[in-house]
């Protein structure tokens, strides 16, 4: 499970859908002249998204769309380099990473406020307290901070001065409940157009309660051994760790972003029957919870230990492989728990797949019309309604050497 191909191009496009669904108005700015920005650029050009370029326009600058949306209102994000935020939390970035290269991950923070006497802008870092030691978020309120103009321009720039500016627009549409239905429902079934649109036939992209079925097919020794194929026999161990790591990593995002939407949902569809869906889609939440660990998502370059079913495993057979030399030997060794961590999984697949019909029943007897074409995608408020799941496989033909 990962975020490929990256958020320049997937949460956009959940940004659009977002700023569609409830009307409100979105520009979005960037500077071609800098490497980030040039990268952007031509990642976001076949995509045809509305862009406005800071290098092509003298007048527009970043810091006048800042000043100009703080007057009227509007909170501005925009993407940075953590590696020259001055908070702590980042000085993990500046000793083991460095700064950010074109098309690399960057991160988002939100200016709220300027001053232009004391050069100053105030920020909400939604990174800071979230990982590590200086785990706190959001009780502890540090991520709501002050920094400098040079402090920012530099975190600003290395990110290629990329802007969102969302506007108060037309209001929310008038089929709010059957286009937020209908995203669950694709989503939740893996329509492929709905998670990549234009890039349907990618065969290493499993989208839904698909991708969850795959992950249980794949919880086998020929699966595992086929992964850490791609790597040198000293570098197996480190593989088959971080493999085990990031899986829990995404299962807990995923988990706790389906749990919050799920208690939210009947506020949000207020004229749908939710009981049978909310029945049917609760029974993934135990098997989602068997796979995850908030200290999977605390954890900074060292890996929090922790009593889960997936870092035992995972990390198990890591160990066993240190000491054996023998791959299948230490696959096979743990047997017994990769079955288990397959059921969970297919159980989780089950119940999306059901949770999916049912919702769609509903759907068609409140007299919506579902179209299999239509790419609907959200993200944003005070719930993340559901973060897509998207499993990558990496296979070789099996008439390889192993």
């Known amino acids: ?28 700015y960037l500077d071609s002249s800098t490497d980030y920005g040039w990268n952007a650029m031509q990642m976001l050009a076949p995509l045809n998204y509305e862009i406005t370029d800071y290098a092509q326009s003298g007048l527009i600058t970043p810091q006048n769309v800042v000043r100009e949306s703080i007057d009227n209102g509007y909170p ?29 991950a960057g991160h988002a923070i939100v200016i709220v406020g300027y001053n232009d006497t004391a050069q ?37 720039r290395s990110a290629g001065y990329v802007t969102f500016r969302v506007s108060n627009g037309t209001g929310p549409r008038d089929d709010f409940e059957e286009k937020l239905a209908l995203y669950i429902t694709q989503r939740l079934l893996g329509n492929r157009t709905s998670y990549f649109e234009g890039s349907e036939n990618f065969f290493y992209l499993g989208t839904g309660a698909n991708a969850f079925r795959g992950m ?28 085990g790591h990031n899986l ?79 791959l299948d030997y230490s696959i096979n060794e743990f047997s017994n728990e990769l079955e288990e961590i397959a059921t969970h999984l297919s159980a989780i697949a089950d119940a999306w797949e059901i949770a999916g019909h049912t919702l769609s029943q509903e759907l068609n007897e ?23 799941v998207i499993l990558v496989v990496w296979r070789r033909k099996p008439d390889e050497d192993t």
């Open 1 to 28: 499970m990962t975020f490929f191909p990256g958020v320049m191009v997937r949460q956009i496009s959940w940004f659009e859908f977002f700023m569609d669904l409830y009307g409100l108005e979105m520009q979005f």
């Open 76 to 104: 501005l994000a925009i993407s940075v380099d953590t590696y020259y935020l001055p908070v702590e939390d980042w000085d993990i970035i500046r000793d083991y990473v460095g700064p950010m290269q074109p098309g690399g």
């Open 120 to 156: 100053r802008v105030q920020v909400y870092d939604p990174g800071v307290g979230l990982l590590g030691e200086n785990y706190g978020y959001p009780d502890d309120g540090r991520w709501n901070y002050s920094m400098t103009y040079s402090q920012l321009d530099d975190a600003w």
């Open 216 to 243: 249980g097919l794949d919880m086998t020794l020929e699966a595992i051994r086929d992964y850490c194929f791609n790597y040198l026999e000293v570098d197996k161990p480190t593989a088959i760790r971080v493999l």
């Open 248 to 326: 829990e990593v995404m299962m807990t995002m995923q988990y706790l972003a389906f749990r919050s939407s799920l208690d939210s949902l009947s506020d949000l569809l207020p004229s749908k029957n939710l009981e049978p869906f909310l029945e049917a889609a609760s029974e993934a939440l135990p098997h989602m919870e068997a796979l995850s660990h908030n200290a999977s998502i605390t954890s900074g370059i060292d890996i929090i230990a922790r009593d889960t079913l997936l870092y035992n495993t995972f990390f198990g057979i890591a160990s066993s492989f240190e000491i054996s030399h023998d």
């Open 366 to 388: 409140s007299g919506s019309i579902l179209n299999d074409n239509i790419v609907i995608v959200i993200g944003g408020g005070v719930t993340i309604l559901i973060i897509g």
